[in-house]
């Protein structure tokens, strides 16, 4: 089986100091903690911008500073979120893709988030698709449900989207799709042939749902962006505490973790100079 992708979701835009002490939140912190999850097995950090007050922010030169420290510390694929906050402007989530990332995200429909409408209107998704392949980013489209499976298949058709296409399904967010077995093997079996995917897990589904990824042939995607604790009860002392997890398991089922390198040759990452 191929290689397994360890994503490592950093910090998210939600989760607080309050709710995971270890949160990295400055680009220092999230450099750090990325060099961490890389030495860990991760080959993808996927991050989101935070002024220092902690409050998600997307702006470019956050990210910008992220970008830098992170590649002083090691050679792990960077992706930026343009799902930024609920809330934000499609404008605004936009700005990190103009410093031509290895990776982005592309939420692929709206969603509930809670109490939250995670919008995500038609128009906007394709300004971001044209966007990031305009930089040659490579995309990775975020299912929060099973309709936007099919808004894909309708990129694939008019030709937006062309080739194989890496998918995260997120599974778990309250409002979105549940975060169970029976949902990861039906979005698994929708998927085009030729796409990988990562499944990210909310909550506890973050280990069981991973655990089955790895045997069905996808990645993985772990983090405080999803999950806070280590078990029930118990915080995670850190990511990469969560990225080990995962790397000893997949190690166990016989599936070796990928290098960053290896992981930009499965997915067709154009590496940065
Ligand atoms: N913060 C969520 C509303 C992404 O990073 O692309 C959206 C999100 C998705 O986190
Ligand atoms: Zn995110």
Same mark, same amino acid.
């Given at each position: 089986?191929e @290689?397994l ?11 607080t ?29 996927h ?9 998600p ?36 989530r ?6 031509a990332?290895? /990776? ?31 930089? %040659?980013? @490579?995309?990775?489209l ?14 694939? @058709?008019?030709? *937006? ?23 990861? /093997?039906?979005?698994?079996?929708q ?5 990988t ?11 069981? *749902? ?6 069905l %042939? ?11 604790y280590?078990? @029930?009860?118990? &915080?995670?002392?850190?990511n990469?505490? &969560? #990225? ?12 070796? #973790? ?14 940065r100079?």
């Open positions: 089986m @290689k992708i360890i994503t490592a979701a950093l910090n998210g835009a939600e989760v100091r309050a709710q995971q002490p270890a949160l990295p939140i400055t680009p220092e912190e999230i450099a750090s903690a990325a060099e961490e999850c890389c030495e860990a097995g991760a080959s993808i950090v991050v989101h911008a935070r002024h220092a007050d902690g409050t922010t997307q702006d470019k030169e956050t990210y910008r500073a992220i970008m830098a420290a992170v590649r002083r510390r090691c050679d792990v694929i960077v992706q930026v979120s343009t799902g930024g906050a609920v809330g934000m402007s499609a404008a605004e936009l700005a990190p893709v103009t410093l990332p290895e /990776m982005a995200t592309l939420s692929m429909g709206s969603v509930n988030f809670g109490d939250g409408l995670f919008e995500n209107r038609p128009a906007d998704m394709e300004a971001f698709a044209r966007a990031m392949q305009q930089q %040659g980013v @490579k995309i990775e975020e299912i929060f449900d099973t309709g936007m499976l099919s808004t894909v298949q309708r990129w694939l @058709k008019s030709g *937006l989207l062309q080739g194989p296409q890496h998918f995260d399904f997120v599974l778990g967010i309250p409002g979105g799709m549940a975060g169970t077995h029976q949902a990861l /093997m039906y979005l698994q079996s998927v085009p042939q030729q796409s995917w990562t499944v990210a897990g909310i909550g506890a589904a973050q280990l069981s *749902l991973g655990t089955l990824a790895i045997l %042939g996808g990645h993985v995607r772990v983090g405080f962006e999803d999950n806070v280590y078990r @029930k009860g118990e &915080l995670a002392s850190s990469a505490q &969560l #990225v080990a997890r995962m790397a000893r398991i997949s190690a166990e089922l016989g599936r070796s #973790v990928a290098t960053p390198n290896e992981a930009r040759a499965i997915l067709g990452v154009a590496q100079g």
